[in-house]
């Protein structure tokens, strides 16, 4: 009898196992560690907001660098009676891993990151749909909605996606001529790139106003989910790539004239991310003001950079890890926030103060990976 049992958990554990070996995290730790509340009613579970701004460094991180005052952004949340994190680090140096990490509330296994970039990128961007936070609160009852581009297969989404080629590219590279073009091409690439960037206006034209149209798409998203009565509480999570780069909005957030936008030198950047940022600031204040005055008062609100500015090295290198984070708490109970904060803990604190899950919360660190993506700069 009880190998009989022993027999079933272990082919039922494999079967779990081969379900989700596509996930660069299948563990589900933090979801197996949470207590359940099964009779806590819906009428009590909040709608809870995960807004992440790509690259949006922390107040602190910007005054320093380059002596500019992001103040205005913190004050407003401030006054709408957020807790700004002033000394937010962001877990790790690539989208797919911060984000990776903030949902399933964990760190990734170290034997998991050190892995082939397209594989471990298509890992990643499917455990953004498929972790800790996500399984918890569909038990739970609630609806969910992801107006993200980075996963691959995502229902909720039909913009364009951060990095279209890999899905080509993930059966290239798995041929010879695939494994030829991706350990040598790389140096015809780069001067094929620097020839379109002299030529090509036409796709540079293209690239910025479908950029602006995934921008209000996912604004549009985002307003037309809120409703003060619904009959399941629902959980979003919405990701600008704004103010990371391509620098291509002004301060006011219209698209500067093309040219102005297919290079930048090194020195140029830091303003023109900066006019980015205003940009975000004001997309942030106009999502937080639709959202309390529209949406259900009982509602979570999460505003998050998944890392800081990364094209910068030297004395400045620590904005790589430098992220924006803020919290609204329609209790307006922060006692288990603090100043350092990381991602990673962000959704243990929402279950234990919402859902009593008693989630022990992690020791907060940044650890770099030396990948370079599609699309990416290291």
Known sequence: ???GYELFNSITNFLAYKKNEHLLDNRFSAYYQAEKNIKQPDTTKPDIYFLVFDALPSTAAMQEAWNFNNNTLDSFLQNENFYVVPRSKSNYNLTVLSVSSSLNMDYTPPVDLYQDETKMYFKASASLLNNSILR????????????Q??????????????????????????????????????????????FIKKQDFASYEKRNNDHRNDLLQTT????NSCAMNKPKPQFVYAHYQLPHDPYIYDSSGNLKPVEKTITYKEEEQPAAFIEQVKFANKIIQQLVTHIKQTNKPNTVIIIEGDHGFRNIYGKKGYMIYDNFSAFYFPDRNYKDLYPTISPVNSFRVVL?????????????????????LPGEKE
Do not use: A, H
């Open 1 to 3: 009898m009880f190998i």
């Open 136 to 147: 918890y609160l569909k038990e739970s009852g609630y609806d969910t909605k992801q107006y």
């Open 149 to 194: 581009p980075v996963s691959f297969v995502n229902k909720d989404w039909n913009g364009d996606l951060f990095f279209p080629d890999m899905l080509y590219m993930n059966y290239f590279y798995q041929t010879l001529p695939g494994r030829v073009y991706r350990d040598l091409g790389w140096n015809f690439s780069q001067l094929k790139t620097k």
């Open 220 to 223: 549009l998203l985002i307003k």
């Open 352 to 372: 234990n103060n919402f859902f009593e899950t008693k989630l022990p919360l992690l020791k907060d660190s940044s650890i770099f990976i030396p990948y370079t």
